[in-house]
């Protein structure tokens, strides 16, 4: 998947494009993300005993990860996500391999 949690996304296509938040859930078996403040859905909760009240909630829905873009923190843009391969050193002298996200538009690093 291209987004991870607590990245800032911006919706681009729904009822809600447009919208810009935060990612708080990201659930990669079914490629879906939870971004708050979109797909804001009305249940109605029936009290279950004293301590939970029933009422009215609002809460957010999933929505497909393929509606999102991710939004570079440097140039403030959504953008479609690059991968570049970095080597890393460990202290005991093996290489590892560690994939990048890179911004398509300025270059800059996300992760």
Not at 93 to 99: A, L, Y
Request: glycine share 8%.
């Amino acid at each position: 998947m291209h987004v991870k949690t607590n990245d800032t996304v911006m919706v681009i296509s729904g009822k809600d494009k447009g919208t810009q938040g935060k990612i708080t859930r990201a659930l990669p078996k079914v490629n879906r993300v939870v971004v708050e403040g979109v797909n804001v859905v009305t249940k109605h909760q029936k009290a279950r005993n004293a301590m939970q009240p029933g009422g009215i909630i609002h809460k957010e829905n999933p929505i497909d990860a393929s509606n999102v873009m991710l939004v570079c923190p440097k140039c403030g843009k959504p953008t479609r996500v690059n991968h570049k391969v970095s080597a890393v050193t460990a202290d005991n002298g093996k290489t590892s391999r560690v994939m990048i996200r890179v911004c398509k538009k300025c270059g800059a690093d996300i992760d």
